[in-house]
C-alpha cells in the first residue's frame, strides 16, 4: 500500500524539522511548508491525504486556512496545533472541519493515535469508493454478486449450462442463492422467454405437494372446486425449479422421474396426459450421495437430475465478497426504505468480518436491512449490527498456554480485541470493560509497539 501523505504545515523550523523525522520513521511520507500560502499550492500540486497545521503563522492563522480548504477538500482531514490553545479556538476549528485539536509541546502518542484512526478512516473510505465503483460495473450474473475465486467459478459453469437443455443438480448451503443460480441459467439460456416456475418441496405440505406438481381436475380432491394446472404445465416452454428435492415425498418421486423421461404429465382426476417442454433444475441443502444412501432422494431420481451438478459455497468460503454484497445490500435497502447510508463503517465491517454466516447470504441480508433501518443516514456503527454479532468469540486468535504470564496474556486479549474492532480504543475499552486511559496505560506498560 502507498505511503499516506501528510502536509505539515508549521512555520517554526525545528519544531517542524523534529516532527517530519518521527512521522517519516513512521512510515509517512512528508511534505513540509512554512505559510499558509504554500500549503495552499501544495494541495493544488500533490495528492494530500492529511494535513497538520500549525494554529498561528506568517500570513494566516490557521482558522482562515482552514475555512479556505474546508470547501475546497471536504474529504481531507486537518489535526491543528497550538502552543496557544483555548476553548474557543479549538471549538472554531473544529466547526470549521478539523478533526481534531492538539496543544503544544505535543503528545506524541496522542497524535500517532490520532493520525492511526484518521487513516484507518481514509483507507476505508478509498475502499468503499472502490466498492462503489464496483458495484457500478454490474459485479456478478445477473443477481449473484461476487469476485472472488470460487464465484468466478460458478459464473463460468452457468454460462456453459445456459447454452444446454440438460438437467442440473444445484447443491449448496441454505442460505448461499442456489434460486439465484437457478434464475441466471434460465435467463441467459434458450428458455429465457418462457416461465419459471419455482417449487419448495419443503415448503408444501405433503399431501399437497402432488397437486401442486402434477395438477388436478375439478372435484378430484376435497376441495378441489376448480381445475388447476401443475408446476409442470405452467413452466412450459420455461424452467421448472425442483427445490429442496430430497425433501420431496419418497412415494412421489417414481412419479415426479416418469414425468422426466416421458415429457408427460397427468392431473389428479384426469385419465389424459398432457405433454410439456421444460428445463428442469433442481436443488438441495443435503449431500445428494448421502440423501441417497439415507433413502431420502431415490438413486433414479438422483442421476436424472445430476446431468450437471453446481456447487454454491458458503459464505464463509468467499470472505473476500463479504464487503461488496454487504454494500449491495446497503444500496439495496436504501432504495426500498429512503435511506441514504454509505455502508458499513471500519468497526461493523471488522465485525462482519469476524463472523462465520452460518445462514449465509440470507443472513447477511438480513443483517444489512436491520443495520440500514437503525442507521437510517452515514456510516453503520458496530451498535447498528445484532448483539450476538458484536460478541467476540471466546478465546478466538489468542494463543494462550501454561507459560504464559498474567499480563502476557491480558495484553494478548486486549490486541485481539483491538483487532476486533478494527483498532478502535474506545470500542475496545467498552467491550473489556475499562476506561480508554487505563486501557492506552496497560498497551505502554507491555514491550514493543502494538501489532499491525
Known amino acids: 500500500m502507498a505511503k499516506e501523505r501528510i502536509l505539515l504545515v508549521e512555520d517554526e523550523k525545528l519544531i517542524r524539522w523534529s516532527l517530519a523525522n518521527r512521522l517519516t520513521k513512521e512510515g509517512y511520507a512528508v511534505a513540509e511548508v512554512d ?17 497538520l497545521l500549525d494554529y498561528r503563522l506568517p500570513d494566516m492563522d490557521g482558522l482562515q486556512l482552514l475555512k479556505i480548504v474546508g470547501p475546497k ?6 489535526i491543528m496545533m497550538t502552543a496557544h490553545g483555548t476553548i474557543d ?11 481534531d485539536f492538539l496543544t503544544k509541546p505535543l503528545d506524541y502518542p496522542k ?60 447443491t449448496g448451503e441454505s442460505g448461499t442463492g442456489k434460486e439465484l443460480v437457478a434464475r441466471a441459467i434460465h435467463d441467459l439460456g434458450s428458455h429465457a422467454g ?12 405433503e399431501g399437497l405437494v402432488e397437486s401442486e406438481l402434477f395438477g388436478h381436475e375439478r372435484g378430484a380432491f376435497t376441495g378441489a372446486v376448480a ?65 441417497v444412501r439415507e433413502g431420502r432422494l ?39 426504505h429512503g435511506t441514504t447510508v454509505e455502508g458499513p463503517g471500519p468497526v461493523a465491517l471488522e465485525l462482519l468480518r469476524g463472523y462465520r454466516w452460518p445462514g449465509n447470504v440470507r443472513e447477511l441480508r438480513n443483517v444489512m436491512e436491520r443495520a440500514v433501518i437503525l442507521a ?41 480485541t483491538l483487532k476486533a474492532t478494527g483498532r478502535n480504543k474506545a470500542e475496545a475499552a467498552r467491550r473489556l470493560g475499562v476506561d480508554v486511559k487505563t486501557l492506552r496505560k496497560k498497551l505502554r506498560s507491555g514491550e514493543g509497539d502494538l501489532p499491525e
Open 376 to 416: 437510517g443516514a452515514g456510516w453503520i456503527e458496530a451498535a447498528h449490527l445484532p448483539p450476538y454479532l458484536r460478541k467476540p468469540s471466546a478465546g478466538a486468535g489468542l494463543d494462550l498456554h501454561p507459560g504464559l504470564t498474567l499480563a502476557e496474556a491480558e495484553r494478548l486479549l486486549i490486541i485481539e
Open 194 to 205: 418462457g416461465p419459471f416456475i419455482a417449487v419448495n418441496a419443503a415448503a408444501i405440505p
Open 111 to 170: 497524535l500517532k493515535e490520532v493520525l492511526d484512526e484518521l487513516v484507518a478512516e481514509a483507507r476505508h473510505r478509498e475502499a468503499q469508493h472502490h466498492l462503489e465503483e464496483t458495484l457500478a460495473k454490474g459485479p456478478g450474473l445477473g443477481a449473484l454478486v461476487g469476485g472472488s475465486r470460487p464465484m468466478r467459478d460458478l459464473f463460468r459453469t452457468i454460462k456453459v449450462l445456459a447454452n444446454s437443455d440438460a438437467a442440473a443438480l444445484i
Open 298 to 336: 431415490r438413486a433414479d431420481l438422483f442421476y436424472r437430475l445430476n446431468v450437471f451438478t453446481v456447487f454454491l459455497p458458503p459464505l464463509r468460503d468467499r470472505a473476500e465478497d463479504l464487503p461488496l454484497l454487504a454494500q449491495h445490500f446497503v444500496g439495496q435497502f436504501n432504495r426500498r
Open 227 to 291: 381445475s388447476r394446472a401443475g408446476c409442470f404445465e405452467m413452466a412450459d416452454n420455461g424452467t421448472l425449479f425442483l427445490d429442496e428435492v430430497a425433501e420431496m415425498p419418497v412415494s412421489l418421486q417414481p412419479k415426479i422421474l416418469r414425468a422426466l423421461e416421458t415429457g408427460t404429465v397427468r392431473r389428479l382426476g384426469s385419465s389424459q396426459e398432457s405433454s410439456f417442454a421444460v428445463r428442469v433444475l433442481a436443488a438441495t441443502n443435503r449431500d445428494p450421495e448421502e440423501a
Open 89 to 99: 479556538t479549538a471549538v472554531e476549528a473544529l466547526k470549521r472541519g478539523a478533526r
Open 35 to 51: 505559510r499558509g500560502s504554500d500549503a495552499l499550492k501544495a494541495l493544488e500540486e500533490q495528492e494530500i491525504d492529511l494535513i
Open 73 to 78: 477538500f471536504r474529504d481531507l482531514p486537518v
